[in-house]
T-cell receptor
């Protein structure tokens, strides 16, 4: 079975500060990992994904995430937060081998303050 | 930019009634999905659909649920006899291929069962 845990349902940072959103996963096979972002009244948008290869992956809008197998983590970071980053962020895992059944975390609401 | 659309944005129904949630996937996509999110809980996979048949479904997707692609553009989720616990946000998604191609999500339909 696969599962995802996102620590912190709400995270607040100051504009220009580091963003760190935590994600830990559980998977019986090598996982494929994703971060999605949801802006108000919009669908989920893919930020980045890890399938194989380099463990540090870069995504859109300056975000990146590092796959750490030993820690079963895939934390999302951005060096400098911008007001437009305020949204809900979802970590997801697929370990079924087919790449089309995502298991999501509960989401983290990111607030960016002046 | 092509996008997945869903109608209605909000559906209110009485317990025991049938509802049909509609989705228009991106036109050249071949794989279609439904997910749901009960308020405050995780986004959960319901079903994936390819080549006019279900390719995978979760335990949630019981006999009360069905999916259909009635024409070349729409993809529908039907709940035959709604229960209070079916109240949730339902997301449709589509992808060009399987194997870790990005799933593009619609904005969701909020279903409220009274």
């Amino acid at each position: 079975a696969q599962s995802v845990t996102q620590l912190g349902s709400h995270v607040s940072v100051s504009e220009g500060a580091l963003v760190l959103l935590r994600c830990n996963y559980s998977s019986s096979v090598p996982p494929y990992l994703f971060w999605y972002v949801q802006y108000p009244n919009q669908g989920l948008q893919l930020l980045l994904k890890y399938t194989t290869g380099a463990t540090l992956v870069k995504g859109i809008n300056g975000f990146e995430a590092e796959f750490k197998k030993s820690e079963t983590s895939f934390h999302l970071t951005k060096p400098s937060a911008h007001m437009s980053d305020a949204a809900e962020y979802f970590c997801a895992v697929d370990s079924t081998g087919g790449g089309n059944k995502l298991t999501f975390g509960t989401g983290t609401q990111l607030k960016v303050e002046l | 930019e092509p996008e997945v659309t869903q109608t209605p944005s909000h559906q209110v129904t009485q317990m025991g009634q049938e509802v049909i949630l509609r989705c228009v996937p991106i036109s050249n996509h071949l794989y279609f999905y439904w997910y749901r999110q009960i308020l405050g809980q995780k986004v959960e996979f319901l079903v994936s659909f390819y080549n006019n048949e279900i390719s995978e479904k979760s335990e949630i997707f019981d006999d009360q649920f069905s999916v259909e692609r009635p024409d070349g553009s729409n993809f529908t989720l039907k709940i035959r006899s709604t229960k209070l616990e079916d109240s949730a946000m339902y997301f449709c998604a589509s992808s060009a291929q399987s194997s870790y191609n990005e799933q593009f999500f619609g904005p969701g339909t909020r279903l409220t069962v009274l």
